[in-house]
């Protein structure tokens, strides 16, 4: 089993601007509600060529990340076909190793994996992406003095491991799922933007 993606994580939470959960400190408000999307710019899993998709998360996040105990909800771009949405799913359920089984430790309860439509658009440090009718975001990153964007690197609990995050606010976050018990509608608010490139376990 392996895999070799690499592409653009876009990710925002209800915590205050940084996410404690990145540094291993509980979140804001006693627990976290989430959404990330892994923009796949090109890759493979198994095999199966997975380059132009994406597969998203939702989730509830009880307390102190680190301690687990996750409740999540996987989509799957409905522009798969059933081989790859078939790879996306057990990409992010921890079957095929490496980095995302190392996540997936974390998640006490998967309570659905479902295909929806999921659009994005990052350009000039920004980013944007909607999971159908359930999550809508709207992402800008911090800037230094010089205008690079402002990083986070060798933290405690990442959702790129190896690679630096790039510190953001979320101007709009949305997040309406009934099967985790979630409906948001946020300014200001966390979010990560990142480049991610995950090789095949041993690789």
């Given at each position: 089993?392996g895999y070799r993606i690499e592409g653009d994580l876009l990710?925002?939470?209800?915590?205050?601007?940084?996410?404690?959960?990145?540094?291993?400190?509980?979140?804001?408000?006693?627990?976290?509600?989430?959404?990330?999307?892994?923009?796949?710019?090109?890759?493979?899993?198994?095999?199966?060529?997975?380059?132009?998709?994406?597969?998203?998360?939702?989730?509830?996040?009880?307390?102190?990340?680190?301690?687990?105990?996750?409740?999540?909800?996987?989509?799957?771009?409905?522009?798969?076909?059933?081989?790859?949405?078939e790879a996306l799913a057990d990409l992010m359920l921890g079957?095929?190793?490496?980095?995302?089984?190392?996540?997936?430790?974390?998640?006490?309860?998967?309570?659905?994996?479902?295909?929806?439509?999921?659009?994005?658009?990052?350009?000039?440090?920004?980013?944007?992406?909607?999971?159908?009718?359930?999550?809508?975001?709207?992402?800008?990153?911090?800037?230094?003095?010089?205008?690079?964007?402002?990083?986070?690197?060798?933290?405690?609990?990442?959702?790129?491991p190896g690679s630096p995050a790039y510190v953001g606010k979320?101007?709009?976050?949305?997040?309406?799922?009934?099967?985790?018990?979630?409906?948001?509608?946020?300014?200001?608010?966390?979010?990560?933007?990142?480049?991610?490139?995950?090789?095949?376990?041993?690789?």
């Amino acid at each position: 089993m392996g895999y070799r993606i690499e592409g653009d994580l876009l990710e925002v939470c209800d915590c205050k601007v940084l996410c404690p959960c990145w540094i291993g400190e509980d979140p804001d408000n006693g627990s976290c509600q989430t959404a990330l999307a892994y923009v796949i710019r090109v890759g493979e899993i198994d095999g199966v060529d997975v380059g132009g998709l994406v597969v998203a998360v939702t989730a509830h996040i009880p307390g102190n990340i680190l301690d687990g105990g996750f409740r999540q909800k996987i989509y799957v771009d409905a522009r798969a076909d059933d081989a790859q949405a078939e790879a996306l799913a057990d990409l992010m359920l921890g079957r095929r190793g490496g980095p995302f089984a190392d996540m997936a430790r974390l998640v006490g309860e998967t309570v659905g994996v479902e295909r929806a439509p999921i659009d994005y658009t990052i350009a000039k440090g920004s980013g944007r992406f909607s999971i159908g009718e359930v999550v809508e975001a709207e992402m800008v990153p911090y800037r230094g003095a010089s205008g690079r964007v402002t990083t986070l690197n060798e933290s405690i609990f990442s959702t790129i491991p190896g690679s630096p995050a790039y510190v953001g606010k979320a101007e709009r976050f949305t997040m309406r799922e009934p099967a985790l018990g979630i409906d948001l509608d946020l300014r200001g608010h966390n979010a990560i933007q990142g480049v991610f490139r995950f090789e095949p376990p041993g690789g």
